[in-house]
């Protein structure tokens, strides 16, 4: 079993702005996977289970607003006893451009509380992370930038990236991170 975190806040106040871009990736997955997401109070998530040929997968999207993603990463993966080697956290990053992805095996918090938060709560910086690019910055601070919604133009070239994001999930359990960074970073 496989668990795939998406990054994000909950509330439709945060509907499409550029800090959910990791639950858009979720979201699209499990869409196009036929399931659907559940509320799990006790998981502080919301969770869709999804089984296909090749694998079962544990998504999920935190109810815990960014700052906290850990807790509930956490409790996820003590639940269904998944290991750290088996999780997949997707996330914005404001250091790409919008419509570029990023594979990493491993890192620092880079500046992004979610990930700060995850790795504080797991003890560890080695798990595998899928970035989506949100850049450039525009001269605003970055809590501000992330808040905002997501242009009419950028959504256009988001799209794509969701495709090519939710195509490599697969990819990436199957194959590894370096032939995975090899293709779609």
Request: proline fraction near 4%; hydrophobic fraction near 35%; charged fraction near 25%.
């Amino acid at each position: 079993m496989k668990l795939v975190a998406g990054l994000g806040n909950i509330g439709s106040n945060y509907i499409f702005t550029r800090h959910n871009a990791g639950f858009m990736v979720v979201d699209k997955f499990v869409l196009d996977n036929s399931a659907d997401f559940k509320e799990v109070p006790k998981l502080r998530s919301f969770i869709a289970s999804i089984k296909t040929r090749e694998e079962d997968y544990i998504v999920i999207k935190p109810t815990t607003f960014m700052n906290l993603s850990g807790e509930a990463v956490q409790l996820v993966m003590n639940y269904y006893k998944i290991p750290v080697s088996d999780i997949l956290i997707i996330y914005d990053d404001i250091s790409l451009d919008t419509g570029i992805i990023r594979y990493r095996a491993n890192g620092s918090d880079g500046g992004h509380n979610g990930i700060k938060s995850i790795i504080k709560s797991l003890g560890t910086k080695d798990f595998a992370r899928l970035k989506i690019g949100i850049g450039p910055q525009p001269n605003l601070p970055s809590e501000v930038y992330v808040l905002q919604r997501f242009t009419e133009d950028e959504l256009k070239r988001l799209k794509p990236v969701l495709d090519k994001s939710v195509e490599s999930i697969d990819y990436y359990f199957k194959n590894g991170i370096s032939k995975t960074q090899n293709l779609y970073n």
